[in-house]
């Protein structure tokens, strides 16, 4: 069985993507992101069988979409409640997330992910700090989302 993790942006990417690609050119928090990216992220997702979440990212995630306005806001955190019933929820404590060497410089929701990932459950993210730290706890821990829009 396949796993991965993915980042807050991305999973609002994934959300906003699945409810309508129209709403990824709106939505203030996906200005760098395109249709094409959202395709890119389907299709790498495509390779696995589960995304894994944290509670961290969820909220995260929750706090921009709730950026977005109605009528689609209503869509989009529908949209978020079924990929929170798809995905694989791991749980890191806060005193976990809090005690990672990288928490005073990104924070919980990162601090969380980097607690939690693998080589054998990697990360996909778009944060260059992010990616980078996974790559120095493990090499093969970490996707860089923005390589893959490249290709």
Known sequence: MTELF?????LL??????TSRNIIAK???LRRY???DYDTLLNYLDGFDHVLVTPHTLAETSNLLAQH???????????????IHESKEVVVSGAA???N????????????????????????????DLF????QRAPNSAVNFNYLREL
């Open 6 to 10: 993915i980042d807050s942006n991305l």
């Open 13 to 18: 990417l994934l959300v906003v993507g699945k």
């Open 27 to 29: 939505h203030r928090r």
């Open 34 to 36: 395109t249709a094409a």
């Open 69 to 83: 306005g109605e009528p689609e806001r209503s869509g989009l955190f529908a949209q978020l409640r079924r990929l």
């Open 97 to 99: 997330a809090s005690n």
């Open 101 to 128: 060497r990288a928490f005073t410089r990104l924070g919980i929701t990162d601090a969380a992910l980097l607690e939690a990932i693998t080589e054998r459950t990697p990360l996909l993210t778009v944060d260059f």
């Open 132 to 135: 980078h730290e996974a790559q």
